[in-house]
């Protein structure tokens, strides 16, 4: 939908938006949850049990930086009307399966936006959704799913990035902000995608490989974590990303000791990793500029 548009339908019908979030796990819960909260009608897309659970209980949320609340949403298997907005939160190893629920033409006025790890999948959205439809973006913030319409939100932030043209996002960033979610425009999408991917990389590879916590990793493999940052940020320069491997290092000093990555609590509960998407698009990207990338060649062979 254009910022016209957008505006028209404002006036008309107040604040009040349309949004579907597929994927309503960790990160498209919690968002759905404060959307809906805001007053936004929200659709949640998701398997037959998921649905079901989330229509009868709505989406409960535990946080440190919203409260304890609940809140009611509709869910279906499939998206079957126009929205304005299409939360796209599944994770990379359930992407193709989980863009089945959305026919394209029912965001054809709307717009989509990814919040998904690595730095591949805006094309793949493009290509089926249409250039004009999908923004790219990132999202900060720590929250696990514990049970279907459950949500556990532990980081004292929730931030997403949009990359794109001011005027057609600023809607989208107003839309977020009212919900309470942090949002931040900037029209350089690699470097917005890369000064993510360069900083969870080392984190996820890292934890996952040694089956530790970012505490563990600081104390035992301190070298590791040091060459890790310094090759993910070469690799992120190289895409015309800036990056600072010594902020870096100081946030993962930051964490908890007890922090695991996403990634990391995958392998323990036996479910597919985003391997590809991260240490992968991490490989290909290095091939292609000619960074040498030894470290990370050798985790994320360890890992596959």
């Not at 006036?11 to 597929?22: D, F, I």
């Not at 980081?155 to 309470?180: H, K, M, Q, Y």
């Not at 991490?282 to 040498?292: I, N, S, Y």
Request: with cysteine.
């Amino acid at each position: 939908m254009s910022p016209a548009a957008w505006e028209a339908c404002q006036a008309v019908l107040g604040s009040r938006r349309t949004v579907a979030v597929l994927g309503p796990g960790g990160v498209g819960g919690l968002l759905a949850a404060l959307l809906a909260r805001a007053g936004h009608r929200v659709i949640c897309l998701a398997g037959d049990a998921t649905a079901e659970t989330l229509r009868r209980d709505g989406i409960r949320v535990r946080s440190a930086q919203f409260g304890e609340f609940t809140a009611p949403v509709e869910a279906d298997t499939e998206l079957r009307e126009p929205v304005d907005l299409c939360l796209v939160t599944v994770k990379h190893t359930h992407l193709a399966e989980a863009l089945e629920r959305v026919p394209p033409a029912l965001v054809a006025d709307g717009l989509v936006v990814p919040l998904l790890n690595g730095v591949e999948h805006p094309a793949r959205l493009r290509a089926r959704f249409g250039a004009e439809r999908v923004a790219g973006a990132v999202v900060r913030v720590e929250s696990a799913r514990v049970a279907p319409g459950v949500i556990e939100h532990g980081s004292p932030f929730t931030e997403i990035d949009l990359a794109g043209p001011a005027d057609r996002l600023a809607p989208v960033a107003r839309l977020l902000d009212g919900a309470g979610v942090r949002s931040r425009l900037n029209e350089d999408e690699p470097a917005v995608l890369w000064a993510k991917l360069a900083f969870l990389a080392p984190f996820a590879l890292l934890t996952t490989r040694y089956g530790i916590p970012i505490g563990g990793v600081r104390a035992e493999h301190r070298a590791e974590l040091e060459t890790l940052v310094a090759e993910a940020a070469a690799v992120a320069r190289a895409c015309g990303a800036p990056t600072d491997p010594a902020k870096s290092l100081a946030l993962y000093d930051a964490f908890p000791p007890t922090a695991k990555s996403s990634m990391q609590r995958d392998a323990e509960a036996g479910r597919p990793l985003e391997l590809d998407a991260i240490g992968g698009a991490l490989l290909r990207t290095a091939a292609h500029h000619g960074v040498p990338v030894p470290l990370a060649t050798r985790l994320v062979g360890e890992l596959g």
